[in-house]
Structure formats: C-alpha cells, structure tokens
C-alpha cells in the first residue's frame, strides 16, 4: 500500500461534504435582523438606538453592534439580546468602553433597554446617565 491508496482515502466523499455544508449552515443563529430592530427604535431618547450609539461614540470612536443570546433569558426562546459597543476615546487619549444592552422580543416584536456598561462594570440607570454625561465633557 503506497502513498496512493491513503491519499484517496483521506478524499471527501459527496456525502461528507453534504453533511460539512449542513453542519456549516446551522452552526450560528442569524440576529442581522434583530439587531437592524433595535438600532431603528427609540428606547431611551426620541433618537433612535443608533443615533445614540454614535452620539456617546463621538468623533472619534466607533459603534459595533453584536446580537447573542443572553444568558438571563436563556428559558424564552423569544428574546434576543442585542448589544452596541462603543469605544469611546478622550481628548487625552483614554480608552473607554460602553456597551449599551438592549432585548428584542421577537414574539411581542418590542425593543426594551436592559442595562449600560461602562468599562465593563454595569451601572445603575441615575449612575449611567451621569457617567456618559463625564464622558461626554472628557
């Protein structure tokens, strides 16, 4: 048995490729639309999500939305969390990061904000606001 007969062996049959492009296919949820929700509502402001998103970001940040589910609401197969990660940098140069986490209901088809991170420490809905507003004058 030479090099031969194990270079066919190690060939995909159509099936094994049939069944790597089934498992391919189903490996990862689709949340574009989910997340393309959340960024047209107005949750917090008369803005829209994404609006907001930008406005916290500002000249000089960037805004990545991501969809998941969240572990909190891992028994409602209805919600999806959606999260806007703003990296924020300062006129002196700092770094900071904001994720904005908000829920769809894709049952109810509503929007509703969940909580604000700011460096990775969740803040209350009176200590949020006050801290994107020192980020802002920062």
């Known amino acids: 048995m030479g090099p031969l007969f194990f270079a066919w062996r190690r060939r995909w049959c159509p099936a094994h490729l049939i069944l790597f492009l089934a498992l391919l296919t189903g490996c990862g949820e689709n949340f574009n639309k989910d997340i393309e929700t959340v960024r047209a509502a107005h949750t917090i402001t008369d803005d829209s999500n994404d609006e907001l998103a930008r406005q916290i970001a500002g000249a000089r940040g960037k ?75 920062e």
């Open 63 to 137: 805004v990545e939305w991501i969809g998941s589910r969240f572990e909190k609401y891992a028994d409602n197969e209805y919600i999806v969390g959606v999260t806007a990660r703003i990296e924020r940098y300062t006129r002196a140069g700092a770094k900071r990061l904001v994720e904005l986490q908000f829920i769809n209901n894709r049952q109810t088809q509503q929007v509703a904000f969940e909580q604000v991170l700011i460096d990775g420490r969740p803040q209350d809905l009176i200590g949020g606001a006050l801290n994107l507003l020192l980020l802002q004058l």
